[in-house]
């Protein structure tokens, strides 16, 4: 089994065979980002898929909230170029989780700090840290929180 590392590479080498500047251009963005977490600390590593998961959550993350400021700036076009971005790191990302899935994490976790004699506001951080380790990739911390936020009262 090839490593994700190595599957964003061969992808680039397709992209490029075919053309495709949009993919091409997104793809090399992305193996930078990954090469430039590698040598990011005192001495250079090679990420583990989950490591280079988290860079691509981050890249995503990224593109969303341009999108969103250019598309309230009134500048849809470079929002478009934006969103497309996303659209091609998406492909990489694992499927994200549904609503009633988190809900139902949620209800368990606040349940569970209920119980142990945390309540409202007191219990935000311990549910949020209990569900972000149960959905992990699954659900970004936004949310995580919001879903709490609710589930909280």
């Known amino acids: 089994m090839s490593s994700l590392r190595e599957t ?3 992808d680039l ?3 490029m065979k075919a053309r495709d500047e949009a993919t091409v251009s997104t793809l090399r ?3 930078a980002a990954v090469m430039n977490a590698e040598v990011a600390g005192n001495e250079a590593v090679v990420l583990s898929d989950e490591q280079v998961m988290a860079v691509l959550l981050a890249e995503g993350k990224k ?3 341009a999108a969103q400021i250019y598309a309230d700036n009134d500048r849809a076009e470079a929002a478009a170029k934006e969103r497309s971005e ?3 790191i998406e492909r990489y ?3 994200a989780m549904s609503d009633d899935e988190l809900n139902a994490i949620v209800q368990e976790e606040a349940a569970k700090a209920a119980a142990a ?3 409202g506001g007191k219990a935000m951080g311990v549910v949020v ?3 972000r380790e149960r959905v992990g990739t699954g659900a970004d911390g936004s949310r995580v929180s919001a879903a709490v936020k609710i589930a909280l009262g």
């Open 129 to 131: 840290k209990a569900v």
């Open 8 to 10: 964003l590479k061969a």
């Open 13 to 15: 080498t397709t992209a």
């Open 63 to 65: 593109r969303t909230e």
């Open 117 to 119: 004699g945390a309540t």
């Open 86 to 88: 996303y659209a091609i």
């Open 93 to 95: 990302l694992p499927a």
């Open 29 to 31: 963005m992305v193996i």
